[in-house]
């Protein structure tokens, strides 16, 4: 298949062809996973040795340095892929909707991570693993809209069929971050209310650096991952592509 | 705080919950690049052993 080089104004435009991302995903993937490894390191030590220990919930609360990151990102995840899925259908764009699938994995597992430290830490402070209030059972929601993309793309067989079904379905389920994140606001329950928010915070100042260290490092790794899926979807279905060939080593 | 190692590890008697916190974080994130890293690699794999009669294209 000859491929033409786009003649484009705007030189951006031209990461939207699968073609173009796939070495510029490449070269970014390595920076973002340092930075993921370097802030993990510093943010551990950080939460487990600099921060003080907490008044009323002793050492227990140290889970903290790694539940509220992995519960930001697997909303932020979920919007983004909401997003891709969107682009994906108004522009038909294939690297969208390539996108929205590199992602949904990742948040499927910061969701699951952000249930199993919530239920961790919820048995010694409130004496239960699980329990069905408002916060932890939108998360759980959650947890079932990544599943029901996954399994709704990968149900069908025409890859872009697979893909306004799943992102019709993204797009729907984005209601539930909201919920997610007032829910502490709007229901009585036992999950504690924010303690970062836009207005500020209510946290020792030691305790929100090692917070924000941990949260900017499963930003890198979520994006360092994402970009090293996201390759590997792009040559799955670029296989018959002349470039994706070379790249493969078959000729 | 830690006066030793086993204080560390003990965590105020919570021990199990935040190390269990950080230990499944720690392991997803080394797991899932590793499967990655796989996923790639049986790609590469079964490309490169039905590519050729697929293209029809047998001469390099």
Redesign the interface.
Known sequence: MPTSKPITRVNWFQFAAPQRFYPLAGKLMPWFAAIGVILSVYGLYLGLWVAPTDATQGQAYRIIFVHVPTAWMSMVIYVAMAGWAGAGLVFNSRLSSMMACALAPTGALMTFLALWTGALWGKPTWGAWWVWDARLTSELVLLFLYIGFMSLHASIDDVRRADRAAGLLALIGVVNVPIIYFSVKWWNTLHQGASVSFKGTSMATPMLIAMLVMTFAFWGYCIAVVLKRVRVIILERERHAAWARAEMGVA | ??NNVGD?LA????G???W???G??LL??MV??IS?NL??RA??AE??EQ??P??G?SQ?
Not at chain 2, 11 to 14: A, L, S, V
């Open positions: 705080m830690w560390f965590m105020g008697g919570y199990l919950y935040v269990g916190s950080i499944a974080c997803v994130c899932e690049p990655l996923k790639r790609l590469l490309v490169r590519g050729t697929d293209t294209q390099s």
